[in-house]
Every structure is written in C-alpha cells, then in structure tokens.
C-alpha cells in the first residue's frame, strides 16, 4: 500500500506534474514551490527512491559552471501525482454563484431549508 | 541537454574554480554527511546548484538547509542514534549514581552498565553474537532480552545506589557477580538469535513463547494472592515446565514436518520462514536448544517481575522477620530475606543461559566469506554434534 504523501510532497508533484515534459532544476523548483532545500532534497530523494521521478544530469552546463541535477516525473509518477493532486478548496458561495436557481433541487434551495431547518 | 542517469559528472569544482566561502565549505561538509551509496550524487546535484546562486545570504540559507538534507537521512539517523543511545545511558547511569557515596560501588554499577552495552554494540557487528538473524522470532528474543537484561540492570541499580550498609562487600562480590550473571543471559540471548546460530525460528519462538507463556502464568497467582511465596519452588517448577514443554513441542513439531534440520516452512504463528536454517543440529538438538531457551526466559523474566514485586509493592513482601526486629526495619528485612531465593532462580538462569550459548556457540554455521579452518576430510564439531544427537 503506497502512503499518503505529506503535503509539501503534494505541492512538488503538483508543481511538476504541471509540466511533466519538462527537466526541472532544484533550485527553481524549490523557489516555485515556496520549500527551502533541507525540505526540498529530501523529497526528492523519495521520489527518486519510489521510481516517481527521474533525474539525470545538464550536458549544456555553461562553461565554468558545474552541471546540474534535472527532475522531471516517471510515467508512474505523474499517474501518482494525478491520484494524490489536492482537491480544490470547497467555496459554498462559489458553488452558490455558479449553480443556476431553478427549483427546488439546487444547492440554493437547499441551502434555504437546511436554514429553515435550524 | 540531459546526461543519462549514472553518468555522474565530474564534481562542481572540477573546472578549478574560486575558493569556497563559508556556504560552500558549510554544504562540502553536509555532502561528506552523505552516505556514498545512492546519495553522494545527491551532494554534487546541491553543490551544483549552489554554484549558480549569487547572493551571499541566499547561498548561506541554501547551504543550510542542505544541511539539514543531510542530517536528516533516515540512515545517518540510524547510524548516530545508536550510539548516542549508549553514550546516553551511560550518562544517565552516572547522573544516576550521584548519590552512591562508595566511590568503588558506582564505578562497579556504571561498569556494569558499560559491560551491557559493548555487548550489544558487538552484537550488531559480524561474528559470534551478531547481526541479528533475519525473522520476526530471532529479533523478538533477542529484543525481549535486552529489555529483561536491562530491566535487571536497572532494578540492581535502584537497589544499591541508595545502599548504607556493607558497601564494600556489595562492590566487591555483589556487581561483580551480578554483572557476570547478566553478561551470561546477554551473550545468550545475542548468539542464540545471531546469524550463524543453529536455532531455528521455530525452535526460538517455541523456546521464547514456552519461557514467557510459563512465566506469566505463575505471575497470574502472584498478582491475586499476595504476598509472594516465602520459598522459590514454583518459580522452579515453572522454569521446568517451560523447558519440557519447549522441548516437547519442538520435537512433535519437527516430527510433524518430517526434519528439524531441514529449513522449516511450516512454522509456529508464521514466524518461521525461508530464514530458517537450523542445518546443524538434528531434531534432538533443536529440542535441547528450545529447552534451554524457554528455562533462560523463564528464569530471568521471574526474577525480574518478582524484584519489581519486592522493591516498589510491600505489599507482596513477606513477612519472614523475627519478631523481635522493630517496625522501622521490619520491611527491608522482609526485603533481603525474601530476595535471597529468588536471585538463586537467577543465578540458575546464568548457568542455563551459559549452557545455552555454549550449544549455539558449538554447533555455530561458518558465515558466508568467513570459513572456518577445518583439516581437509575431518567432519566439523557442528556435525560431529549434530550426528551424535541424531544418530545416539
């Protein structure tokens, strides 16, 4: 049984499931996401561990500058960011807003007698 | 753009570049904190990425938390905790005996403590008493041991370190003896449930189960009827119990399954697997094995529940004193009048623990990469054991 990330690993796999074609460097990932690398990396490793994500190495590493690490998820690991994605808040005004009025089915009627009810 | 996957690089400062300022000596050491395998690569990824951040303040905090990365490793965790743990007991055993004024005393219950625990740093590493064999039973006889060991260490502890009487005699002969006692039951818990022991899964679980089930039914009768019994005969006869009936069940088990010595795949509660791989005793051996295993856990888990009983419930002290001893010293007199049998049921458990290791120790299975030296065509101890108990 695969456990229930932990919510800065949701935020990560969001982030790169956003665009899963793309190599994604650590350091802006960990810039987009709001996470400092001591909370970054070791997520990182995880998904490496699980075969979530895949890694591999810069070739066209500017000249004087080291090549860097790129992350990019596995097949495996976007159908698991897809399952794990956080749903989006729960706005009852919104849904309010957005659901057209008519009789007695809609969330507003509803939302009447449920105030009726008290 | 991208390198496949285990083509590492050349590190960060390969193309000779500035020296490091303080972020990047701070992550040259969180790298080292690293373990090699699988990880190190890691270290090169966040020294690569610290070379592309300009800001001095923003490097430092880079630096930092990739320091935090690393110390957070589950196994460099693992790796320093153990230690750590060790070093705290033996720190809170010092603070612990503060109040023991004879100076000799605490330096022999803090030995004592020491002993304890290079026993178990030794039994982690290869060799006579470790690592622990793979299944659930070698790692629960082997953990229950530490935890009674222990339990026995502490509770002598909390006898002495308040002790005013007779202090020299107690460092002198009583820890030394104590310590000798425990350090038999501790090498016979770790070689017992070591890699290379003949005892199989089934025979430890029988052997613990045996020695905890007979034990904590003589427990149940003590706990309703106080206070405890004046004379150790019952703790005796359950001792006995738990050996016979060990060894009865490991004999109708392997008669069951047709070969003791054979890897058991059809275990007690499922906890004898592919691991066990009892080749170098035959059924007998593996009986004798269980017996001594069962009367080990017995004996010491007796002793241990019947000092908790005497040291904090006087209500479970007997009344052995002379009528003419007063009141105010009537209860610590009940005390050492009522230990006395009960630490021969523990002595007679260091010899069973004793005897036990002996067995393990000779009928021992050589570890892969560490042959054992043997005259070409001679049979092994182990098997010259084997076949006397197989064969008479």
């Known amino acids: 049984m695969v456990r229930r990330p932990s919510r800065q690993t949701v935020v990560v796999l969001s982030a790169l499931a956003a665009d899963p074609a793309t190599w994604r460097y650590g350091y802006e990932l960990g810039q ?4 400092k690398a001591g909370s970054l990396y070791p997520i990182l490793m995880r998904l490496c561990d699980r075969q979530l994500l895949e890694h591999a190495w810069e070739t066209d590493a500017p000249p004087g500058r080291p090549p860097r690490h790129l992350y990019r998820l596995t097949a495996a690991g976007v159908r698991f960011a897809a399952e794990t994605a956080p749903v989006p808040p729960h706005d009852p005004v919104k849904d309010l807003m957005k659901s057209p009025v008519k009789g007695p089915a809609s969330p507003l009627a509803q939302a009447g007698e449920l105030r009726s009810a008290w | 753009m991208t390198r496949a996957e285990g083509e590492v690089p050349a590190g960060p400062r390969a193309g000779g570049g500035a020296p490091a300022d303080l972020a990047g000596r701070l992550l040259g050491w969180a790298v080292r904190l690293l373990p090699p395998a699988g990880r190190r690569e890691w270290g090169r990824a966040m020294q690569a990425e610290l070379a592309q951040i300009e800001s001095a303040a923003e490097r430092r905090r880079f630096a930092l938390g990739c320091m935090r990365a690393s110390l957070t490793q589950p196994r460099l965790l693992v790796a320093a905790g153990y230690p750590s743990l060790m070093l705290g007991a033996i720190a809170g055993t010092v603070v612990w005996t503060g109040r023991v004024t004879y100076a000799p005393l605490r330096a022999g219950l803090i030995g004592l403590v020491a002993i304890l625990l290079a026993l178990s740093w030794l039994a982690r590493r290869p060799g006579v008493f470790g690592p622990v064999a793979e299944g659930l039973a070698a790692r629960l006889v082997r953990v229950g041991g530490y935890l009674l060991v222990g339990a026995s260490a502490v509770l002598t502890i909390h006898s002495l370190r308040l ?8 460092a002198g002969t009583g820890v030394p003896i104590i310590t000798t006692v425990l350090v038999l039951y501790t090498v ?5 449930t070591a890699r290379g022991s003949a005892a199989g899964m089934r025979v430890l679980a029988i052997g613990g189960g045996c020695g905890v089930a007979a034990a904590v039914a003589c427990l149940v009768p003590v706990l309703v009827f106080p206070p405890l019994p004046v004379s150790s005969a019952w703790a005796i006869a359950a001792i006995a119990t738990a050996g016979c009936a060990a060894a009865l069940i490991s004999v109708s088990r392997s008669n069951r399954s047709g070969d003791a ?8 509660a499922g906890v004898a697997g592919k691991s066990d791989l009892a080749g170098r005793t ?16 017995a004996a010491l888990l007796i002793f241990v529940y019947v000092d908790v009983l005497l040291q904090f419930f006087p209500h479970w002290v007997p009344d052995t004193s002379p009528v003419n001893v007063p009141a105010a010293n009537r209860l610590d007199n009940n005390r050492r009048g009522a230990e006395d049998p009960y630490f021969a049921i523990l002595l ?5 623990a004793a005897t036990l290791s002996t067995v393990i120790i000779a009928t021992r299975r050589p570890q892969p990469g560490r042959p054992e030296p043997l005259q070409p065509g001679a049979p092994s101890p182990p098997d010259l054991l084997a076949h006397e108990w197989t064969h008479g």
């Open chain 2, 261 to 268: 010595g054979r890897p058991a795949l059809t275990g007690v």
């Open chain 2, 348 to 352: 007679m458990g260091g010899l069973l």
């Open chain 2, 163 to 170: 002790a005013t009487n007779s202090l020299p005699e107690k």
């Open chain 1, 32 to 35: 987009e996401v709001g996470l």
């Open chain 2, 188 to 192: 016979a818990f770790v070689t017992v």
């Open chain 2, 282 to 297: 035959g059924p007998v051996g593996q009986s004798l094995i269980a017996l001594l295993c069962a009367a080990t856990v």
